[in-house]
């Protein structure tokens, strides 16, 4: 128990305290720990234009993001060669928002909680000497994975040497960090000092409503993204792979995209039959409610699937490939359907589509797994307990200049 006044300082992205996208549900997640570990949590967070102090927070600086410059081909190579850094981390312009950052003195926090490692290196508080930081998504090995989804290789020589740098990069800065933590056991291996599973966690309804009275297949997820963005390659092999021969076997399925989609996912979906662009939806309950299942066709990433926890939350049976599944302790043919390929993929959904008791069977399967493990309401009280222990042995020293106001402050 923390007995005198506790600050904290997190480093993030978005608004998370309204909700929306999977990065967003678990920056939540923390920050609804954080609150009720430290005496003050003020906010520093980027992309964050117009939101309002949550009532949560202490304050709340707005951080600009780094502009980045485009580089020749001739410096790309140069730089690919002879620079530490790797290509993700290069060309950022980082003057304005390590000001904003070094004008609120973390150094007089009790620790700074820093959103995954690009984030933390944008504020400049990498080298925080009471850094917590979740990794959330180990980039360099999201990378290498799409590699091997997407070419069946491993890359070529510039892209396996810029890889290893990214590894080093991340590696680095969880050897310095006092706690890490990442979302599935699988992405703690490997590291300098291994990280903390804290699993990701949704709000789970004790009795969600089913009303499903369609053959619809929904895909939650935000498709803006290029074609690396595991969403869209994901939507994109699935309009390639699946949907076209479960439409010939079910011809009154329906497809649906929740989520903000770029041009290119756009103009697939218009040349495909029977398929429904929802657009961002800031409340899920009824597009789960009036699915009859999820599909996650995902091909590579890390982390879990936030999208698979939030159809188990609302007791919507799910069809994931394998990779998309990863790292969530569900039981293929009890809570889940796991696919091992495009092939196992059309026949996972066409037999749900046409069995309702499937149906049920799966979705309530899934909705009992959430409730038991990835409840946010049962990881909180653990959470908590972890960044009180670390504040009870990591103080900051005695302030010599005055703090960042408890009043809500704006920077750029």
Known sequence: MCFSMTRILYIGSGIPWKGGAGYLVRQSLFLRALSHAADELHLAIFDADGAERPAFAASLTHLPMPPRTRSSR???????????????????????????????????????????????????????????????????????????????????????????????????????????????????????????????????????????????????????????????????????????????????????????????????????????????????????????????????????????????AHACPVVSSLPGAEGIAAVPGREIELAAGAGDLVSRCIDLLRDAELRERIGQGGHALARRLYDSAAQHPRIVALLRDFLETHRAPPATEPAVATAAAEVG
């Not at 740098?165 to 291996?189: G, I, M, W, Y």
């Open 74 to 312: 001739l410096s790309s190579l140069f730089e690919d060669r002879f620079s530490p850094q790797p290509r993700m981390m290069r060309g950022y312009n980082l003057q304005a928002s390590h000001a904003a950052v070094a004008a609120l003195h973390p150094e007089q926090f009790d620790a700074v909680f820093a959103f995954r490692i690009d984030f933390a290196y944008f504020a400049g508080v990498l080298n925080h000497p009471r850094l917590i930081l979740d990794i959330d998504d180990p980039e360099h090995v999201r990378q290498y994975r799409r590699i091997r989804a997407t070419t069946g290789g491993e890359g070529d020589h510039r892209t396996q040497r810029d890889l290893l740098k990214l590894r080093h990069f991340e590696h680095d800065a969880v050897a310095h960090a006092k706690l890490a933590f990442v979302c599935q056991a699988n992405d703690s291996q490997g590291w300098p000092t291994e990280p903390l599973v804290v699993p990701n966690c949704v709000d789970v309804l004790p009795n969600p409503p089913r009303r499903a009275t369609s053959r619809r297949i929904i895909f939650v997820g935000n498709c803006t993204g290029s074609a690396n963005s595991p969403n869209v390659d994901a939507v994109q092999y699935f309009f390639a792979k699946i949907w076209p021969k479960i439409l010939s076997h079910v011809p009154d399925a329906e497809f649906r995209i929740v989520g903000a989609t770029s041009d290119t996912v756009a103009q697939m979906a218009a040349k495909s039959e029977r398929v429904q662009l929802a657009g961002f939806v800031s409340d899920l309950s009824a597009e789960y409610a009036e699915a009859a299942i999820s599909v996650a066709p995902i091909r590579f990433g890390t982390g879990t699937r936030i999208k698979i926890l939030e159809a188990f």
